[in-house]
């Protein structure tokens, strides 16, 4: 035991100067560096230790440092958010809004993956793979305005085109009616990052190992039969891991666009009833009506449940599968 | 084998079919944007428009660019667009550029806090109190600094970075250049795949984001295009309102100049990426197999 202690001092008498001449040599990089640790400190651990806000009475003009010195206040913000009167409205459209968008939005990409996979005149598959990742790179106002120019009561082409075939009397109010907001919520994910998720998939069916397609063609499987055979256990690993980022990020979204961004600029007045998730809640009550601490109380809660999620998503998938994050 | 032969041809079909109608649905939605921003205003809310403008016309354009609002803008969101892409291209790479040295001293340390601060955040409510204190809010700053580093591609430039020759490096530093040199004048001119994914992705991120423009900013000649667009969406999403509404006697609507500046908005990116597709997609390769 003394003989270790002994042989740690002296490396470590012997390592400092030894660290301090490849600092001094390397303080350039250092510099560099330094600099992205002080933004890092700045703009995302600040905001980290900013959270305790939700424990304390805390009034925007006192700044950061109202931060440390107001008062606690326990729980009493969380426990104002369950016994809010809309509380069960709001957790329950969170909750429907990231099924619902995981259900329909998971398997989408994977299918055109396995569709594009099966093309071989390689202008048409290069074309429509440019195409279906357009929509990752437009904006959600965009999508919204789109989403309007479509499906409004008054200037929607889909109300006009069944009107005039005669399927509907009356406009349907597919972007106020709160009964429909899912759907387009759903829809728009869709349309949007669809053909960007099918990239990796894309990526991992090219891993694959041609001979197995060829030998499975000799031994007389048909196009359907390597497709179950081969192509899917080919990429199971990818699916996992990206079904368990999926599940992680169920409450902002998903893997297809925020749950935020969308709430909030296709919902309105009039579907409130249906699109109003934690999110946008949190938003209205925080930054609009100024109170902070109740906002970051209902933020932390979300935050830590999606943490939450991530881990026992990835520990489900290690146990049943093998594939993990971490 | 004449029936297997068959099998094949019915499966074709299939496959075409479907993806022909996927590429339908992406595509028209921005074709029909684009008839009806060349369609008069007015004449655009009798419906029945589907393949072609009925009534051709640049007032919708004219308008949009007259507007001070809509022009003031523009001109706010090009800028955030080139100078927030410039200072997170240029930034990010110097960051990478030191962590990319593998016999960094702590450099494990600066990997562990960059990976934490990708996976953790503390929320929106917190990072408004920080942008406040440190004077952000209302300013141009707001656009361009808290997004000036990006972990994502950090850890993306890092693994480009070590992949580049060390005797490439190495003559400059026999000729006596100070590391910036050798960042600036070696390592930034061959990377070009790296620069090029990078900038298409921050550009893209620059020209789209509104949430900061709803959140931080209250000053109105600080808008982006994006928030205007919110404005003008909002202004005509509620039901039986908008036909007629705003429309003047030049017969452009409240409808028709959400369209053009949808159709302004989604142009320019529609112009670059096919030409940086090869890039971004080796990009987003390389960050999903490392990072």
Redesign the interface.
């Known amino acids: 035991m003394n003989l270790k202690v002994a042989i740690a001092k002296t490396n470590t008498t012997k390592q400092w100067p030894q660290?301090w001449k490849?600092?001094k040599k390397?303080w350039?990089?250092?510099?560099?560096?330094g600099?992205?640790?002080l933004?890092?400190l700045?703009?995302?651990?600040?905001?980290?230790?900013?959270?305790i806000?939700a424990f304390k009475e805390y009034r925007?003009v006192t700044?950061?440092r109202g931060?440390f010195t107001s008062e606690w206040v326990g729980l009493q913000y969380f426990r104002e958010f369950v016994t809010d009167y809309r509380f069960g409205e709001i957790v329950r459209n969170t909750l429907v809004l990231s099924l619902l968008k995981v259900l329909f939005t998971f398997p989408a990409p994977i299918l055109?993956a396995i569709?594009?996979n099966?093309?071989r005149k390689m202008a048409?598959k290069r074309?429509?793979q440019?195409?279906?990742?357009?929509?990752h790179?437009?904006?959600?106002?965009?999508v919204?305005?789109?989403s309007?120019?479509?499906f409004?009561?008054?200037?929607g082409?889909v109300n006009?085109?069944l009107m005039?075939i005669g399927l509907i009397l009356e406009p349907l109010?597919l972007?106020?009616n709160p009964d429909y907001f899912w759907g387009l919520a759903v829809g728009t994910a869709m349309?949007k990052e669809m053909?960007w998720w099918s990239?990796?998939f894309m990526?991992a069916i090219a891993g694959i190992n041609p001979a197995l397609y060829e030998a499975a063609q000799i031994d007389g499987a048909?196009?359907?039969a390597r497709i179950r055979h081969i192509t899917l256990p080919g990429i199971k690993g990818t699916v996992v891991v990206v079904l368990i980022l999926t599940v992680g990020s169920i409450l902002g979204g998903g893997l297809v666009g925020s749950n935020f961004?969308q709430a909030y600029?296709l919902g309105?007045s009039?579907n409130n009833s249906t699109s109003e998730i934690v999110q946008t809640y949190?938003?209205k009550v925080?930054?609009a009506d100024g109170r902070?601490a109740y906002?970051?109380a209902i933020?932390?809660i979300q935050?830590v449940i999606s943490?939450t999620l991530i881990f026992l998503s990835n520990y489900v998938a290690k146990r049943t599968s093998g594939s993990s994050l971490f | 084998m004449a029936r297997a032969r068959q099998k094949d041809l019915l499966f074709d079909a299939f496959i075409y079919t479907i993806l022909f109608c996927i590429m339908l649905v992406m595509l028209y939605p921005f074709f029909y944007v684009l008839i009806i921003s060349f369609n008069k205003g007015t004449d655009s809310m009798l419906g029945d428009i589907y393949l072609w403008s009925r009534s051709f016309t640049l007032e919708n354009y004219a308008m949009f660019l007259s507007d001070p609002k809509w022009y003031k803008a523009l001109v706010v969101t090009v800028m955030r667009t080139v100078i927030g892409t410039f200072l997170g291209v240029t930034f990010t790479c110097l960051v990478a550029y030191g962590l990319s040295h593998r016999d960094l001293l702590f450099g494990k340390v600066y990997f562990s806090v960059v990976i934490f601060a990708m996976y953790f955040s503390g929320g929106l409510i917190p990072y408004y109190v920080v942008l406040r204190s440190i004077g952000l809010l209302n300013t141009f700053g707001v656009y361009v600094v808290p997004s000036m580093l990006s972990t994502f591609f950090l850890l993306i430039a890092v693994s480009f970075f070590r992949e580049i020759p060390a005797e490439l490096k190495e003559s400059a530093v026999i000729d006596g250049a100070s590391e910036f040199k050798i960042f600036w004048s070696i390592v930034l001119p061959v990377s070009l795949p790296l620069l090029a994914t990078m900038s298409l992705f921050l550009g893209v991120g620059q020209w789209n984001s509104w949430l900061d423009s709803a959140y931080f900013v209250q000053e109105d000649w600080l808008r982006t295009l994006t928030f205007r667009m919110i404005e003008i969406i909002n202004k005509s999403n509620i039901p039986r309102e908008a036909l007629g509404a705003g429309a003047t006697t030049s017969g452009v609507t409240n409808y028709s100049l959400q369209v053009t500046s949808m159709v302004v908005s989604v142009a320019p990116i529609v112009c670059v990426y096919p030409f940086l597709q090869k890039y971004f997609v080796q990009g987003i390769m390389l960050g999903s197999v490392k990072g």
Do not use: C
């Open positions: 660290y490849r600092f390397q350039p990089l250092h510099l560099f560096v600099m992205g640790m933004f890092l700045i703009f995302a651990y600040t905001p980290m230790f900013g959270i806000m925007i700044g950061i931060i055109l569709l594009l099966e093309v048409f074309f429509v440019t195409v279906s990742y357009l929509p790179f437009i904006s959600w106002v965009v919204a305005g789109l309007f120019s479509f409004s009561a008054d200037v082409i006009k085109l005039k109010d972007t106020t349309w053909g990239i990796i990526a048909g196009r359907l961004e600029l309105n009039i949190a938003f925080g930054l902070f906002a970051a933020d932390l935050s943490v």
